[in-house]
Each structure stands twice: as structure tokens, then as C-alpha cells.
């Protein structure tokens, strides 16, 4: 890796975020990843927006699907943060999910949960910028959410 990209690593990295997980019933299955690139893009529409890298191999079962469920993982839960986000292994094993009658699957006790569709989807570079339209949604006020900031899970305070 150059520099320069050793240092876009390190620099995003400086720039602390949530983690969610963006997953679905594939094949009856769940199958899905981890990501810190979750925001909340519009309010009418409701919509919200996830990057993707191009060398996922997740994501083209999940963007298939009709429905794509994302839980915003509790301060509680860096082991799921782990799991969802390595490249190998069962992810799901030692996880509590459930799902939804339309498909998506949901971690039980996250901090917030997403029931979403794909709204549309935009090549930016290595990555796709995924846009996806919200059709139900709640947060549970007494889960504080984890933290990923500089390569590491954190907590705030
Ligand atoms: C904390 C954390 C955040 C991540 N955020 C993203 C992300 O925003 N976008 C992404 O494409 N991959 C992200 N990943 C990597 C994916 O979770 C997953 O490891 C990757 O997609 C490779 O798996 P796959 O080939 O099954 O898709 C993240 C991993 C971790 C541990």
C-alpha cells in the first residue's frame, strides 16, 4: 500500500462512528456484514446510506433481496461487531437475531434497527454508495450504541 493510502486509513479512522449491521434472509440463511459507514441520509423520504467495497461477497446475495434489515449495535455487543465483520466462519454463530415476514433479519437487543429496502445505489470509487429507502424502524433509549473510532471498538464516556 502507498503513503498516501496508509494514511487515508489512519485519517478516516480518526473520525469515530457507529457500527451497524446490514443483513438478510438469503437462501434462509442470514447472511450480512458490519458497517461503520451507516448514516442517515433524508428525512422525507426516509432514507439512509451505506458503502459498500466492491470485493464484498455478501453484498451481491443482499442486494437481491427485498428487504435488508440494519441493527445498530449496542455498546454491549463488539463480539457481534467482530463476528459480522470478519472475513471467515459462521457470523451469525453466538449471535441472537430474529426476522421480519418480509426478510430481513434484525440482532436482537441492538440500539436501533432499520427495516429497509435498496433505493438506489452509486459506484464512488473502490466502493458503492448504497441508498435505502426506511419502512420501519425503532432505538431502544436504554442501549448505548458501540463505537468504532482509530481501528478499534470503543465506548463512549
Ligand atoms: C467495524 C467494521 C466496520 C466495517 N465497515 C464496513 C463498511 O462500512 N463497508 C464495507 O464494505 N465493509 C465494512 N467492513 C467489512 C465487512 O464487515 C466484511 O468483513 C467484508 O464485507 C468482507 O466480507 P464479505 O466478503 O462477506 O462481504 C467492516 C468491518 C468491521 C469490523
Request: proline letters at 6%.
Amino acid at each position: 500500500m502507498t503513503a498516501l493510502g496508509l494514511n487515508l486509513r489512519r485519517v478516516y479512522g480518526a473520525y469515530p462512528t457507529g457500527v451497524a449491521v446490514v443483513a438478510g434472509l438469503a437462501g434462509g440463511r442470514p447472511a450480512g456484514i458490519a458497517a461503520s459507514s451507516f448514516v442517515p441520509v433524508s428525512l422525507a423520504p426516509p432514507l439512509v446510506s451505506v458503502c459498500v467495497a466492491h470485493t464484498s461477497t455478501t453484498w451481491p446475495l443482499l442486494r437481491e433481496l427485498p428487504r435488508i434489515g440494519i441493527s445498530v449495535l449496542g455498546a454491549h455487543q463488539e463480539h457481534v461487531g467482530r463476528s459480522l465483520g470478519s472475513r471467515d466462519g459462521d457470523r451469525f454463530a453466538g449471535v441472537g437475531w430474529r426476522s421480519t415476514a418480509d426478510g430481513c433479519v434484525l440482532v436482537d437487543d441492538a440500539s436501533a434497527w432499520f427495516d429497509c429496502s435498496v433505493e438506489e445505489q452509486f459506484r464512488s470509487g473502490d466502493h458503492d454508495i448504497v441508498v435505502f429507502r426506511v419502512h420501519d424502524l425503532d432505538a431502544a433509549a436504554d442501549v448505548p450504541p458501540l463505537v468504532f473510532h482509530a481501528s478499534a471498538f470503543r465506548r463512549l464516556g
